[in-house]
């Protein structure tokens, strides 16, 4: 099936008859890409497609205001990385724990997750990232993962591509050195 391009759903978007068949052609394009950007950040299956579902919620009655001075995907990750964020701060708000504990949280519904189908090395990266602070997950995430460019990324979080650069390597750096640390059995 041809990839359609985002002009054309913004075109289709505009006109109140075809806005429906645009929006379904963006959720075609995009809900699986945003569904793995912020299950990686979150972890939680059913946190996740809640996530998603307020991520789209969220586009659908701003699109018609979408000014076209980023690239549509662009636009939506920025929304998702944000609603990720707060979801995360609510949750250690709500229970009154800090991050580090959080992120144990995250890392023990990871491996107790049905819908986490990796092997082990998989699940060590994951358990890795989760000892990341949040912003180098985030961005390890986005270039790693989602394989977006810094320049994407900096349009994302709104943070200097030198900044990023730097994120990134520290990140990569510290993953590493989990990895090595830890014991991993075949």
């Known amino acids: ?5 985002d002009s054309e759903i ?5 006109n109140k008859e075809t806005r429906n068949e645009a929006f379904n052609l963006l959720l ?18 059913d946190d996740t497609d809640d996530l998603v579902q307020e991520v789209f919620v969220k586009v659908w009655k701003n699109l018609e205001k979408f000014r076209s001075d980023s690239k549509l995907y662009t ?3 920025r929304i998702a990385t944000n609603e990720s964020i707060t979801f995360l701060n609510k949750k250690k708000q709500r229970n009154n724990t800090p991050l580090d504990d959080v992120s144990e949280e995250l890392a023990e519904s990871l ?22 602070p949040e912003k180098q997950r985030l961005i390890f995430n986005m270039k790693y993962f989602d394989d977006l460019k810094y320049e994407e990324i900096s349009e994302i979080t709104g ?6 650069k730097a994120s990134f390597h520290i990140a990569v750096k510290k ?12």
Do not use: C, P
Request: charged share 20%; aromatic share 14%.
């Open 111 to 132: 491996v107790a997750s049905s819908y986490f189908n990796g092997d082990k090395i998989q699940m060590k990266l994951q358990q890795a990232l989760l000892t990341l």
């Open 159 to 164: 943070t200097s591509v030198g900044a990023l």
């Open 10 to 14: 913004l075109e289709k978007f505009s």
């Open 75 to 77: 636009w939506i990750y």
């Open 175 to 186: 993953v590493e050195t989990f990895m090595l640390n830890e014991d991993i059995t075949f």
């Open 28 to 45: 075609q394009k995009y809900q699986q890409k945003i569904y793995w950007h912020i299950r990686r950040l979150v972890i939680d299956h």
């Open 1 to 5: 099936m041809k990839q359609v391009e």
